[in-house]
């Protein structure tokens, strides 16, 4: 079991950046991944990064140069580095930690509260 919240998300004008961290409430060493999703009005929620405990990554094309994820063990935290901001990046951003393998039996996700990205014109 692990508890996640989310902080650094607000009001940006387009262009602008923010990062985004998450805070583990246990050591984030054994687990084997953690990422960010985001889910806008009306839209279903969709990955944006990934980042295995082997340091592997993972981005939405859409992301792709301009978002950075990273983690740290030791402080049991995961950041996203949001950069050249759109209003389309508009949304409430979750964090996940998972153990086992995604897809498979032992697979179990974990989730965030959410914290809102507002990114304006």
């Known amino acids: 079991q692990v508890q996640l919240v989310e902080s650094g998300g607000g009001l940006v004008q387009a262009g602008g950046s923010l990062r985004l961290s998450c805070a583990a409430s246990?050591?984030?060493?054994?687990?084997?991944?953690m990422g960010w999703y985001r889910q806008a009005p009306g839209k279903q929620r969709e990955l944006v990064a990934t980042i295995t405990n082997g340091g592997s990554t993972n981005y939405a094309d859409s992301v792709k140069g301009r978002f950075t994820i990273s983690r740290d063990n030791a402080k049991n935290m995961v950041y996203l580095q949001m950069n050249s901001l759109k209003p389309e990046d508009t949304a409430v951003y979750y964090c996940q930690a998972w153990t086992g393998v995604p897809g498979g039996v032992t697979f179990r996700p974990y989730w965030g509260q959410g914290t809102q990205v507002t990114v304006s014109s």
């Open positions: 246990r050591s984030i060493f054994s687990i084997d991944g």
